[in-house]
């Protein structure tokens, strides 16, 4: 069993920043791959961003791209999502997750271990 923990939510002006972290139990991580969902009030919960433990290939939903940054931290077995240019589209709780299956990064259907996320409220 995996324990993920989310942390940094808050809430922040239109165009602000804010970085979220996750924290993992994990020891070994050859073959996972870490994702960022989001799930907004009334929506589905949609992919933001995943990287792979192993060399750290980093993947973004298009509406992200550029203004945020994945990454992890091996050795503190730590990974983090730094938003900037919030804009309240962005608001949602954020949930970090683990997945075998790095190929479908993107479907929310195929990660097996979650976090119990952080809020984050952007507001205009």
């Known amino acids: 069993q995996v324990q993920l923990v989310e942390s940094g939510g808050g809430l922040v002006q239109a165009g602000g920043s804010l970085r979220l972290s996750c924290a993992t139990s994990?020891?070994?991580?050859?073959?996972?791959?870490m994702g960022w969902f989001r799930r907004a009030p009334g929506k589905e919960r949609v992919v933001v961003a995943a990287?792979?433990?192993?060399?750290?290939?980093?993947y973004y939903t298009e509406s992200v791209e550029g203004r945020f940054t994945i990454s992890r931290d091996v050795a503190k077995r730590t990974m983090d999502l730094q938003m900037n240019s919030l804009t309240p589209e962005d608001t949602g709780v954020y949930y970090c997750?683990?997945?075998?299956?790095?190929?479908?990064?993107?479907?929310?259907?195929?990660?097996?271990?979650w976090g119990q996320g952080t809020q984050v409220t952007v507001s205009s």
């Open positions: 997750a683990e997945t075998e299956r790095a190929a479908r990064w993107y479907d929310a259907e195929v990660y097996d271990y």
């Open positions: 990287i792979t433990w192993t060399g750290g290939a980093a």
């Open positions: 994990r020891r070994t991580f050859a073959g996972y791959t």
